[in-house]
């Protein structure tokens, strides 16, 4: 199948690679020459623009920051027409960035109005579960492309939900990190009272994981440095899913929330300390590292 993915960051790019792996023509287009050239090293054909990465492709994927992207992307902007203006046949579009349910519905509404299908397709399970191919996609769209779409997601992901229309499927990935922040905060929180009074960290998370205190920022991701091979806490919080994209994905939550007249005090709080913790500079370091904000006055070691 002929893919054109749009988007090589520390997500899009592994993602794209697991789609050459299946056997896919995969054209690639980023606005980092390193991305788009690392994907050319593994096969992948080289988009000069968004518009000729795009020519002949029968599925469109795009994983961009923030909705701003995915609308000028689409729908175009004041330098620049969208795709939806210069498409030639009729690809399936797939948008697996975190954006707005609002952002999701304006660009699918646009998008059948050109008679093009288009779901939003958030992901979950960071930079490993891109890595090695099983993210969970949370779909939003029709049934038909849901059912379209399903041979190319099985290429980068092992649970793979219809959560409803467009705009669902930002809905559910939303009140996942929202719920994700809140456990990261929560577990960097316990650690760091338990070595504060005498706990070894790798001990004290051993004892929470078998307990009822266990989840997945503990048990899979666990923030404290040196607990857990292979974790951003033990790779200097490098990589990963950044502080400033947790801190967007909570803000995504407090629209929601107050577009809804929702009382979402623990994701408020959660908000709060990932906002604090990106000041502080640690925008760029996976978001684990909220485990800093914690560790005042006892030894890093």
Same mark, same amino acid.
Request: with cysteine; proline share 4%.
């Given at each position: 199948?002929?893919?054109?993915?749009?988007g090589?960051?520390?997500?899009?790019?592994?993602? %794209?690679?697991? +789609?050459? !792996?299946?056997?896919?023509?995969?054209?690639?287009?980023?606005?980092?020459?390193?991305? &788009?050239?690392a994907?050319?090293?593994e096969?992948? =054909?080289?988009?000069?623009?968004?518009?000729?990465? *795009?020519?002949?492709?029968? *599925? /469109?994927?795009?994983?961009?920051?923030?909705?701003?992207?995915?609308?000028?992307?689409?729908?175009?902007?004041?330098?620049?027409?969208?795709?939806?203006?210069? +498409?030639?046949?009729?690809?399936? &579009?797939?948008?697996?960035?975190?954006?707005?349910?609002?952002?999701?519905?304006?660009?699918g509404h646009?998008?059948?109005? !050109? $008679?093009?299908?288009?779901?939003?397709?958030?992901?979950? #399970?960071?930079?490993?579960?891109? !890595?090695?191919?099983?993210?969970?996609?949370?779909?939003?769209?029709?049934?038909?492309?849901?059912t379209?779409?399903?041979?190319?997601?099985?290429?980068? $992901? !092992?649970? /793979?939900?219809?959560?409803?229309?467009?705009?669902?499927?930002? *809905? %559910?990935?939303?009140?996942?990190?929202?719920?994700?922040?809140?456990?990261?905060?929560?577990?960097?929180?316990?650690?760091?009272?338990?070595?504060k =009074?005498?706990?070894?960290p790798?001990?004290?998370?051993?004892?929470?994981?078998?307990?009822?205190?266990?989840n997945?920022?503990?048990?899979?991701?666990?923030?404290?440095?040196?607990?857990?091979? #292979?974790?951003a806490?033990?790779?200097?919080?490098? $990589?990963?899913?950044?502080?400033?994209?947790? *801190?967007?994905?909570?803000?995504?939550?407090?629209?929601?929330?107050?577009?809804?007249?929702?009382?979402?005090?623990?994701?408020s709080?959660?908000?709060n300390?990932?906002?604090?913790?990106?000041?502080?500079?640690?925008?760029?370091?996976?978001?684990?590292? /909220?485990?800093?904000?914690?560790?005042? #006055?006892?030894?890093?070691?």
């Amino acid at each position: 199948m002929n893919i054109a993915f749009i988007g090589l960051g520390n997500m899009g790019a592994p993602m %794209a690679l697991n +789609l050459l !792996k299946a056997g896919h023509h995969v054209t690639v287009f980023d606005l980092v020459e390193s991305a &788009i050239q690392a994907l050319e090293a593994e096969g992948a =054909n080289r988009g000069e623009n968004a518009q000729s990465a *795009v020519a002949g492709a029968e *599925v /469109i994927i795009s994983m961009l920051p923030a909705g701003a992207h995915v609308r000028a992307l689409y729908l175009g902007s004041d330098d620049a027409p969208g795709l939806f203006d210069t +498409l030639d046949g009729a690809p399936l &579009i797939i948008d697996a960035s975190t954006i707005s349910p609002e952002d999701a519905r304006h660009v699918g509404h646009a998008a059948s109005d !050109k $008679g093009l299908t288009y779901l939003d397709a958030p992901v979950s #399970g960071g930079v490993g579960g891109a !890595k090695a191919g099983t993210l969970t996609f949370i779909v939003g769209g029709s049934e038909t492309g849901f059912t379209r779409a399903q041979p190319v997601l099985q290429a980068m $992901g !092992k649970n /793979i939900f219809h959560a409803g229309d467009v705009g669902s499927g930002q *809905v %559910a990935k939303i009140c996942n990190n929202m719920l994700l922040g809140i456990l990261m905060s929560g577990t960097a929180e316990a650690l760091a009272l338990g070595v504060k =009074n005498g706990m070894n960290p790798s001990v004290l998370s051993e004892i929470m994981q078998q307990s009822s205190g266990g989840n997945w920022a503990l048990n899979v991701y666990n923030p404290w440095p040196g607990v857990m091979e #292979g974790s951003a806490a033990s790779r200097d919080y490098q $990589g990963g899913f950044l502080t400033d994209l947790m *801190v967007k994905d909570l803000g995504l939550a407090w629209e929601l929330a107050l577009g809804s007249r929702s009382t979402v005090p623990m994701g408020s709080q959660a908000r709060n300390l990932f906002a604090l913790h990106s000041a502080q500079g640690s925008g760029r370091l996976d978001f684990s590292s /909220i485990q800093a904000l914690y560790r005042e #006055g006892e030894s890093q070691g």
